[in-house]
């Protein structure tokens, strides 16, 4: 996509040569990112590479090996450090990888042991190279396969999905344009390894002008697979004064929280995207009455990553936005329908190849200016004892809306009513101040979608990775199989007593 022997991109670089990518040590103008990138593309090609896994930190070397790759026509497959061995076992497995770049060799050799050619670990774009017997499979790969984002979803068990570089250039060029900002200075503070991270956090910017801030993801302030540093990841945001940046709806909670503890957001900061999951609007418009100008989009990486996003101009809190230009939506039968930029297919599953359009398995619908509203998961519709339907998000929406909770998961499928397990913001609330969030919330639902008994949890489900996906969604199926006690015992008994709504201990 930004290979050197891309004009339009060489020709931004000749213009002016302003700063395209920094780091913690270093900072390249767009020549010095071209030659860069024009010497790996080099080395890749005459190591005959076709499929190579990168497994590295955040840092301005990440994005000259995803452009190198491109430039050489070689197959990326980003490993997410935050995946388990035995998932990154299940990726080294699943596709034909013959070469893998890690900061971590000693990691990462055991897991690929059988396929390791010895003596073959090189020094190669700030990392080691390590080589693999190569695998030929046609049915693993569809044709044109660029880049292949692991989704790790619900299970232990990631999906491939292969996009070709012409598609993630279109999704790229598409985002620009809708978002409109030129020369945008972005920080990163999502994984690299996260496809939206990638196409709307360094593609969109460069393809403005712009310039694209990546710090490590120590110096943000994470650690592990889903703990954060408040003070540091504030600290980065003030220091870095980006003019946009990407957001979980849970670090959207942190930093309105903090500005509503007397952080000041950067005047610099004119487009904070929020997606993963979805936002209350109550939390939205707190954001901007306290200086964050929070927009919520709605993509998965079936479609290239963002589908549809609010911005400036074009905006309506509830809605995840209008869709991006090149992609069309339908509604059929309450699913939601992506046509226009669809995945070549899930690698190793030829089946799913050469679909003109994605199922999301997302419920929801259009209104008449053509905003996108999505209320739920199709898979994970509650339908209870009494025949009634619920989209358990719509209702955990609602909860979270007071900024009480920071974690709410209804259950209610085959059951009288709907129950919940949760987590306070505030690790002191007082029981009585749940009961107060829930009353509220209960009050903006119908009866049958009241939350009727609830479970506080003694460790949030943000602390196991194996209950909670990267982007923050709950992994439902585990949550209900680790708790099913929980959850039996909050069913138990007379399911009509006189004081339904209640606390369990």
């Keep these: 996509m930004f290979s050197p022997r ?17 780091g913690t040590a270093q900072a390249w103008t767009r020549s010095r990112l071209t030659e860069r990138c024009s010497a790996l593309a080099e080395r890749l090609t005459a190591l005959d590479l076709q499929v190579v896994a990168l497994h590295m930190d955040n840092r301005p070397e990440w994005i000259v090996i995803d452009m190198a790759c491109q430039a050489a026509s070689v197959c990326l497959v980003p490993l997410p450090g935050f995946f388990s061995p ?17 900061e971590q060799p000693e990691m990462l050799s055991p897991l690929c042991a059988d396929r390791l050619r010895p003596g073959m670990d090189l020094p190669l774009g700030g990392s080691t190279l ?16 660029g880049k292949i984002t692991f989704t790790s979803g619900s299970t232990g068990r990631p999906k491939g999905v292969c996009l070709s570089n012409g598609q993630l250039q279109a999704q790229a060029a598409a985002l620009a344009a809708a978002v409109g900002l030129e020369q945008p200075r972005h920080l990163c503070l999502l994984p690299l390894s996260t496809l939206l991270e990638n196409v709307a956090g360094v593609y969109a910017p460069l393809l403005s002008g712009g310039e694209v801030v990546v710090p490590t993801l120590a110096e943000i302030g994470f650690y ?7 003070g540091l990841f504030l600290e980065q945001i003030s220091q870095q004064q980006p003019n946009s940046i990407l957001l979980t709806p849970q670090l959207l909670q942190i930093l309105v929280s903090a500005a509503g503890n007397g952080w000041q957001p950067p005047a610099s900061l004119v487009f904070a995207a929020v997606g993963g999951a979805k936002v209350p609007v109550a939390l939205l418009q707190r954001a901007r009455a306290l200086g964050i100008p929070a927009f919520e989009g709605y993509g998965l990486s079936e479609c290239a990553s963002v589908v549809s996003l609010n911005r400036p101009g074009r905006d309506r809190p509830g809605s995840c936005g209008q869709p991006l230009a090149q992609l069309g939506i339908t509604v059929d039968d309450g699913e939601i329908r992506v046509a226009g930029n669809a995945m070549l297919g899930y690698a190793g599953e030829p089946e799913s190849w050469g679909q003109d359009q994605i199922a999301t398995g997302d419920l929801g619908y259009l209104d008449n200016e053509g905003f996108l509203y999505i209320n739920g998961r199709k898979k994970n519709l509650l339908i209870t004892s009494f025949g009634r339907n619920i989209a358990p998000e719509w209702v955990e929406s609602e909860a979270l809306a007071s900024g009480v909770l920071a974690e709410c998961v209804v259950v209610g499928d085959a059951r009288p009513f709907c129950i919940a397990l949760l ?31 609830w479970h506080r949890l003694v460790q949030p489900l943000a602390d196991s990775s194996e209950l909670i996906t990267e982007n ?30 209640a606390r369990t201990a």
């Design 423 to 453: 987590s306070p913001r505030n690790p002191a609330a007082a029981d009585e101040t749940i009961q107060s969030a829930i009353d509220d919330s209960n009050a903006r639902l119908p009866d049958y979608a009241h939350i009727r008994r």
């Design 224 to 230: 592990g697979s889903s703990s954060l540093d408040t």
């Design 130 to 145: 390590l080589r693999l017997k190569r695998v030929r499979n046609t049915q693993v790969l569809p044709a044109g396969t």
């Design 86 to 102: 035995a998932q990154l076992r299940h990726i080294l497995n699943t596709v034909p990888i013959d070469g893998v770049l890690t």
């Design 472 to 501: 923050g969604r709950p992994k439902r199926h585990a949550i209900i199989t680790r708790y099913q006690s929980v959850i039996d015992a909050l069913y138990a008994g007379d399911t009509c007593a006189a004081k339904p709504y």
């Design 6 to 22: 891309d004009r339009a991109f060489s020709a931004r670089a000749d213009a002016a040569d302003p700063i395209a990518v920094s």
